[in-house]
Nanobody, 126 residues
C-alpha cells in the first residue's frame, strides 16, 4: 500500500525556519521523483519544489528560490523527502503536500504526480 506521510508543519514567526518531512513507503520510491506543493486558503494548489529520483536534479518555484531547499534520503526500505524552509514569510502560509511520480525526473505540473499525502499545515505569523 502506497503511503506518503508529511510532518514538521507548525506555527512560526516571519523570518523563521521549518523543516518538513515526507515519509514514503509501499512503492519503489527510490526510482520516483518527489515534490512539494502547497495550497493557501482560497487559492489553488501550487508547485513548490521537486527532486529527481537520484537527488541530483531539483527545481523550485520562483517564489521560494533561495529560501527553500528540497532533499531526499534514499534508504532501501523507506524514502524520506525534506523541505527546509528558511526566511519564511506570511505568504508561505499554506497546507503543504508531498507528491510522488514514477518518472525519474518530473516537473511542476500536478498531473505528473501519481501519489499524494494528506498535507501538513504551515502558518507564518507577521
Amino acid at each position: 500500500q502506497v503511503k506518503l506521510v508529511e510532518s514538521g508543519g507548525g506555527l512560526v514567526q516571519a523570518g523563521g525556519s521549518l523543516r518538513l518531512s515526507c515519509a514514503a513507503s509501499g512503492g519503489s520510491f527510490s526510482s520516483y521523483s518527489m515534490a512539494w506543493f502547497r495550497q493557501a486558503p482560497g487559492k489553488e494548489r501550487e508547485f513548490v519544489a521537486t527532486i529527481s529520483s537520484g537527488g541530483s536534479r531539483t527545481k523550485y518555484a520562483d517564489s521560494v528560490k533561495g529560501r527553500f531547499t528540497i532533499s531526499r534520503d534514499n534508504d532501501n526500505t523507506k524514502i524520506t523527502v525534506f523541505l527546509q524552509m528558511n526566511s519564511l514569510k506570511p505568504e508561505d502560509t499554506a497546507l503543504y503536500y508531498c507528491a510522488a511520480t514514477h518518472w525519474g525526473v518530473a516537473g511542476s505540473e500536478e498531473d505528473e504526480y501519481d501519489y499524494w499525502g494528506q498535507g501538513t499545515q504551515v502558518t507564518v505569523s507577521s
